[in-house]
């Protein structure tokens, strides 16, 4: 998490219908590469990693430009630290385990209709906040209308498949190679040491699997799907010694809460959508990282909810 980093909803310099960049809008990053002449053997090296291969090419280099590949930085204890300090401090105004179905509004307030246990209860509010990925927010009941752009992004936009297996190791031997322990693959995935600054002499090395693969992984089970990250991680570093009494893996696509790991604007949506994402709606206000010039990071997630609390602070 880059600490202090508040982005705002960004396009460059030349946006319009007509815009200098408008053209990069247009293509993939491996067809914006191969237009320039990139054989298939260089468009494979320099398309590594765990990027959305069908993706507007403006929209992935957009959020590569806007993201400090040598200050990253992390929460000392865990980055869950974050939530866990924001509801210490929101403390009983959370509801648990209650899921929004219904939302709407009318000239003087907004409301949303919530299911907890099997029981219905609607709140209502002079504005809104909605942070619900489009992927959710497309299943549920919108009493108002949208803007048209707004409901086509809403019903269109796609959300990129993503798993996460870390595995703890006896040691951080790659630190001892000269290696950061951080490797990019052709496969669309990633893999990061996640516990190089802790006093403890173990390590954890993370594999993050995007795209088809991350589909496949989520057909395994538990055992198979650690088989596979740790054979993927050996192929990088061959050393690699797993513990696998001490594993983690999440798929965000079968979270029922997110469906997806975050948005991804597909070739040519992103001029047409780039206001519309982040749009006011009446009294309906949107932040989260899919309205965010950085999608996927925590820092676009938490600017956008900056952007959002001030549009509704500063209404009269």
Same mark, same amino acid.
């Given at each position: 998490?880059?600490?202090?980093?508040?982005?705002?909803?960004?396009?460059?310099?030349?946006?319009?219908?007509?815009?200098?960049?408008?053209?990069?809008?247009?293509?993939?990053?491996?067809?914006?590469?191969?237009?320039?002449?990139?054989?298939?053997?260089?468009?494979?090296?320099?398309?590594?990693?765990?990027?959305?291969?069908?993706?507007?090419?403006?929209?992935?280099?957009?959020?590569?430009?806007?993201?400090?590949?040598?200050?990253?930085?992390?929460?000392?204890?865990?980055?869950?630290?974050?939530?866990?300090?924001?509801?210490?401090?929101?403390?009983?105004?959370?509801?648990?385990?209650?899921?929004?179905?219904?939302?709407?509004?009318?000239?003087?307030?907004?409301?949303?209709?919530?299911?907890?246990?099997?029981?219905?209860?609607?709140?209502?509010?002079?504005?809104?906040?909605?942070?619900?990925?489009?992927?959710?927010?497309?299943?549920?009941?919108?009493?108002?209308?949208?803007?048209?752009?707004?409901?086509?992004?809403?019903?269109?936009?796609?959300?990129?498949?993503?798993? %996460? &297996? $870390?595995?703890?190791?006896?040691?951080?031997?790659?630190?001892?190679? /000269?290696?950061? @322990?951080?490797?990019?693959?052709? *496969?669309?995935?990633?893999?990061?040491?996640?516990?190089?600054?802790?006093?403890?002499?173990?390590?954890?090395?993370?594999?993050?699997?995007?795209?088809?693969?991350?589909?496949?992984?989520?057909?395994?089970?538990?055992?198979?799907?650690?088989?596979?990250?740790?054979?993927?991680?050996?192929?990088?570093?061959?050393?690699?010694?797993?513990?696998?009494? %001490? &594993? $983690?893996?999440?798929?965000?696509?079968?979270?029922?809460?997110?469906? /997806?790991?975050? @948005?991804?604007?597909?070739?040519? *949506?992103?001029?047409?959508?780039?206001?519309?994402?982040?749009?006011?709606?009446?009294?309906?206000?949107?932040?989260?990282?899919?309205?965010?010039?950085?999608?996927?990071?925590?820092?676009?997630?938490?600017?956008?909810?900056?952007?959002?609390?001030?549009?509704?602070?500063?209404?009269?």
């Amino acid at each position: 998490m880059t600490v202090g980093y508040r982005p705002k909803f960004f396009l460059p310099t030349g946006a319009g219908k007509h815009g200098a960049l408008s053209k990069i809008d247009q293509y993939t990053v491996p067809e914006l590469i191969a237009n320039e002449g990139a054989s298939a053997a260089a468009n494979s090296i320099l398309y590594s990693g765990a990027l959305p291969i069908d993706a507007s090419a403006l929209f992935a280099l957009r959020a590569l430009a806007q993201t400090d590949m040598v200050r990253i930085e992390k929460i000392p204890g865990g980055n869950d630290r974050l939530p866990h300090a924001i509801a210490a401090k929101l403390r009983n105004q959370i509801m648990y385990g209650a899921k929004v179905v219904r939302i709407g509004q009318n000239a003087a307030e907004v409301y949303a209709t919530i299911v907890e246990n099997s029981s219905y209860h609607t709140f209502y509010a002079d504005y809104m906040i909605c942070t619900l990925p489009f992927s959710m927010l497309r299943g549920m009941v919108i009493d108002t209308g949208f803007s048209d752009l707004k409901v086509q992004a809403i019903q269109e936009m796609n959300y990129a498949s993503v798993v %996460k &297996v $870390a595995i703890e190791t006896p040691n951080r031997y790659w630190e001892q190679d /000269g290696l950061s @322990g951080f490797a990019q693959t052709n *496969q669309l995935s990633e893999i990061w040491s996640t516990a190089r600054s802790e006093e403890s002499n173990r390590g954890v090395l993370q594999f993050y699997q995007e795209g088809p693969l991350a589909n496949h992984l989520d057909e395994l089970d538990q055992e198979e799907r650690l088989h596979f990250a740790s054979q993927a991680i050996q192929t990088v570093f061959p050393k690699f010694e797993p513990d696998f009494s %001490k &594993v $983690a893996s999440y798929s965000w696509q079968e979270d029922q809460f997110a469906q /997806g790991a975050y @948005g991804v604007l597909a070739p040519r *949506q992103l001029y047409k959508w780039f206001k519309a994402v982040a749009s006011v709606e009446g009294r309906i206000h949107f932040a989260g990282e899919h309205t965010s010039p950085t999608p996927a990071f925590m820092q676009g997630a938490i600017a956008s909810g900056h952007r959002a609390a001030n549009e509704v602070n500063v209404r009269d």
